[in-house]
């Protein structure tokens, strides 16, 4: 079986237990009709096809997953020391980083990681050149700076090892044009 079928009939399932899960009942009645809401969307608004370009590796998965866990933890206990200090407020500022991430999607994966971090904010991407700036909540310090650095660049390492890996990687036909979109 094809991987965009097999990714058709994820979705179909996913979309289903969704409508179920909304109704609140599991019977037959829900199910057939979550099959034909789920089909119909399909058919209307069908999702884009996203190139992916590696593999997955779970073990590394997991890694960037309790990195991310233990950063959003800290950064949520330092944005909240900043919050309730008796001082003035911390000096913010916006901050260029150069990434060495090759596919969109993990590109995109970088941003959705650095939104989700408290005290950072992704303002602006450039995709060709792979430039990512980030509103940083507090750069007062140059350790501030630095650590924000040291953050980005382990979430870069860890995507990479997870989806990137130079042994494994292939640009994909869809990228370049060659396979018919349909």
């Not at 233990?70 to 916006?94: D, Q």
Request: with cysteine; glycine share 6%.
């Amino acid at each position: 079986m094809k991987r965009a079928n097999v990714v058709r009939l994820f979705v179909l399932g996913w979309t289903t237990l969704v409508w179920v899960l909304l109704w609140g009942t599991f019977s037959i009645a829900n199910i057939l009709g979550g099959l034909a809401v789920s089909i119909i969307i399909m058919a209307l608004l069908p999702l884009p096809r996203v190139p992916v370009e590696g593999r997955v590796h779970l073990l590394s998965a997991v890694r960037l997953g309790a990195y991310i866990f233990i950063e959003s933890i800290r950064s949520t206990i330092s944005v909240g020391w900043l919050a309730v200090r008796p001082s003035p407020p911390p000096v913010t500022g916006v901050l260029r980083c150069r990434l060495t991430i090759k596919s969109d999607l993990v590109l995109t994966l970088w941003t959705d990681i650095m939104n989700n971090i408290p005290g950072t904010m992704v303002l602006e991407i450039d995709q060709v050149r792979r430039i990512v700036y980030v509103h940083v909540l507090d750069v007062s310090t140059d350790r501030a700076v630095a650590d924000f650095y040291r953050s980005a660049r382990l979430i870069e390492r860890l995507l990479i090892r997870t989806f990137e890996r130079d042994s494994e990687w292939q640009p994909s036909p869809w990228r370049s044009g060659t396979e018919e979109l349909s």
